[in-house]
Protein backbone atom coordinates (compact mmCIF):
# COMPACT_ATOMS: atom_id res chain seq x y z
CA UNK A 1 0.00 0.00 0.00
CA UNK A 2 1.31 3.38 -0.92
CA UNK A 3 1.07 5.97 1.71
CA UNK A 4 1.75 9.74 0.50
CA UNK A 5 2.35 12.38 3.15
CA UNK A 6 2.72 16.20 1.99
CA UNK A 7 4.34 19.12 3.48
CA UNK A 8 5.88 22.64 2.73
CA UNK A 9 2.47 24.70 2.60
CA UNK A 10 1.84 27.74 4.24
CA UNK A 11 1.02 31.09 3.39
CA UNK A 12 2.75 33.32 1.13
CA UNK A 13 2.71 36.97 -1.02
CA UNK A 14 1.53 37.24 -4.51
CA UNK A 15 4.74 37.02 -6.59
CA UNK A 16 6.36 34.84 -3.68
CA UNK A 17 7.61 31.17 -3.74
CA UNK A 18 6.82 27.67 -2.08
CA UNK A 19 7.89 24.18 -2.59
CA UNK A 20 6.03 21.82 -1.76
CA UNK A 21 6.92 18.24 -0.87
CA UNK A 22 5.41 14.71 -0.80
CA UNK A 23 7.55 11.18 0.61
CA UNK A 24 5.83 8.44 -0.52
CA UNK A 25 6.37 4.88 1.65
CA UNK A 26 5.51 1.29 0.29
CA UNK A 27 6.24 2.21 -3.05
CA UNK A 28 8.01 -0.16 -5.55
CA UNK A 29 9.77 0.07 -8.74
CA UNK A 30 5.83 -0.66 -10.58
CA UNK A 31 4.62 3.13 -9.66
CA UNK A 32 4.47 4.93 -13.05
CA UNK A 33 3.64 8.47 -11.77
CA UNK A 34 3.02 10.86 -9.04
CA UNK A 35 1.16 14.46 -9.17
CA UNK A 36 0.27 17.25 -7.74
CA UNK A 37 -3.70 18.09 -7.53
CA UNK A 38 -5.49 21.18 -5.70
CA UNK A 39 -8.77 21.98 -4.25
CA UNK A 40 -10.10 25.39 -4.10
CA UNK A 41 -13.13 26.33 -1.87
CA UNK A 42 -15.97 25.81 -3.76
CA UNK A 43 -14.22 24.51 -6.33
CA UNK A 44 -13.73 20.67 -7.97
CA UNK A 45 -10.33 19.31 -7.67
CA UNK A 46 -7.74 19.82 -10.42
CA UNK A 47 -4.37 18.17 -11.87
CA UNK A 48 -1.45 20.66 -11.49
CA UNK A 49 1.44 18.91 -12.47
CA UNK A 50 2.52 15.08 -12.67
CA UNK A 51 5.91 12.87 -13.60
CA UNK A 52 6.21 9.91 -14.28
CA UNK A 53 9.16 6.99 -13.82
CA UNK A 54 10.79 8.20 -16.97
CA UNK A 55 10.63 12.10 -16.02
CA UNK A 56 8.16 13.50 -18.16
CA UNK A 57 6.14 16.05 -17.37
CA UNK A 58 2.20 17.82 -17.82
CA UNK A 59 1.59 20.84 -15.96
CA UNK A 60 -1.70 22.41 -16.19
CA UNK A 61 -2.32 26.06 -18.39
CA UNK A 62 -2.07 28.26 -15.55
CA UNK A 63 0.76 26.41 -13.97
CA UNK A 64 3.18 26.09 -16.67
CA UNK A 65 6.14 28.72 -16.35
CA UNK A 66 5.74 29.14 -12.88
CA UNK A 67 5.18 25.54 -11.21
CA UNK A 68 8.04 23.18 -11.62
CA UNK A 69 7.28 19.28 -10.65
CA UNK A 70 10.44 17.07 -9.64
CA UNK A 71 11.18 14.13 -7.61
CA UNK A 72 13.87 12.79 -5.90
CA UNK A 73 14.04 8.83 -6.32
CA UNK A 74 16.26 8.02 -4.04
CA UNK A 75 14.11 9.57 -1.04
CA UNK A 76 11.12 8.54 -2.20
CA UNK A 77 9.95 12.44 -2.44
CA UNK A 78 7.90 14.23 -4.98
CA UNK A 79 8.55 17.98 -5.05
CA UNK A 80 6.48 21.42 -6.40
CA UNK A 81 8.11 24.41 -6.98
CA UNK A 82 5.75 27.06 -6.93
CA UNK A 83 7.28 30.21 -8.58
CA UNK A 84 5.09 33.87 -9.05
CA UNK A 85 2.49 32.28 -6.93
CA UNK A 86 -1.21 34.30 -7.33
CA UNK A 87 -4.04 34.59 -5.26
CA UNK A 88 -5.77 32.30 -7.21
CA UNK A 89 -3.08 29.59 -6.40
CA UNK A 90 -4.92 29.37 -3.20
CA UNK A 91 -6.05 25.68 -2.57
CA UNK A 92 -5.45 22.76 -0.49
CA UNK A 93 -2.53 20.87 -2.77
CA UNK A 94 -2.45 17.23 -2.71
CA UNK A 95 -0.25 14.71 -3.84
CA UNK A 96 -0.99 11.05 -5.53
CA UNK A 97 0.19 8.36 -7.03
CA UNK A 98 -0.87 5.80 -9.93
CA UNK A 99 0.61 2.81 -11.25
CA UNK A 100 -1.17 2.83 -14.27
CA UNK A 101 -2.21 6.44 -15.07
CA UNK A 102 -0.19 9.60 -15.92
CA UNK A 103 -2.53 12.67 -16.96
CA UNK A 104 -3.35 15.50 -15.14
CA UNK A 105 -7.43 13.33 -14.24
CA UNK A 106 -8.39 12.14 -11.02
CA UNK A 107 -8.11 8.69 -11.89
CA UNK A 108 -5.24 8.04 -9.05
CA UNK A 109 -4.65 5.03 -6.77
CA UNK A 110 -3.51 6.87 -3.89
CA UNK A 111 -3.85 10.29 -2.02
CA UNK A 112 -2.31 12.34 0.54
CA UNK A 113 -3.94 14.07 3.12
CA UNK A 114 -3.09 17.84 1.54
CA UNK A 115 -1.20 20.64 2.56
CA UNK A 116 -2.61 24.06 2.53
CA UNK A 117 -1.37 26.92 0.33
CA UNK A 118 -2.64 30.99 1.04
CA UNK A 119 -1.43 33.11 -0.96
CA UNK A 120 -2.35 37.15 -0.40
CA UNK A 121 -2.49 39.87 -2.72
Known amino acids: QVHLMESGGGSAQAGGSLRLSCTAS????????MGWFRQAPGKEREGVATIDSDGNTRYEDSAKGRFTISQDKSKNTLYLRMNSLKPEDTAMYYCAADHLTCGLGLDFGFWGQGTQVTVSS
Open 26 to 33: GVDDSLLC
